[in-house]
């Protein structure tokens, strides 16, 4: 089993920046899939960002490329979502989640194994 705890959520102004941090317990995830999700209240979850194993491949939703980086310290165990001029419609609450098929690109929240609580990030106007 793989345990997720993010971190790093909180309150922002517009134009501001945050970094979130997902730790792994239980296991070692340096060779799965690592993802970022967010949901709004409302809507349905949605993809954000993800990274292979090795860290060398990323992928990100249109709506935050050029704004967010992934990255990952397989040997902390973690996984990073560095978040840069940040939008009132980035609000909501943010997931870590890993899939342990090494499939890649993966975008599809039903295709990933373990998920954390989440962390909320909250973007003021």
């Known amino acids: 089993q793989v345990q997720l705890v993010e971190s790093g959520g909180g309150l922002v102004q517009a134009g501001g920046s945050l970094r979130l941090s997902c730790a792994a317990s239980?296991?070692?995830?340096?060779?799965?899939?690592m993802g970022w999700f967010r949901q709004a209240p409302g809507k349905e979850r949605e993809f954000v960002a993800a990274i292979s194993w090795s860290g060398g491949n990323t992928d990100y939703a249109d709506s935050v490329k050029g704004r967010f980086t992934i990255s990952r310290d397989n040997a902390k165990n973690t996984v990073y979502l560095q978040m840069n001029s940040l939008k009132p419609e980035d609000m909501a609450a943010y997931y870590c989640?890993?899939?342990?098929?090494?499939?890649?690109?993966?975008?599809?929240?039903?295709?990933?194994?373990?998920w954390g609580h989440g962390t909320q990030v909250t973007v003021s106007s």
């Open positions: 989640a890993a899939e342990s098929r090494m499939a890649f690109p993966q975008r599809s929240p039903d295709e990933y194994d373990y």
């Open positions: 239980g296991r070692t995830v340096r060779n799965y899939v």
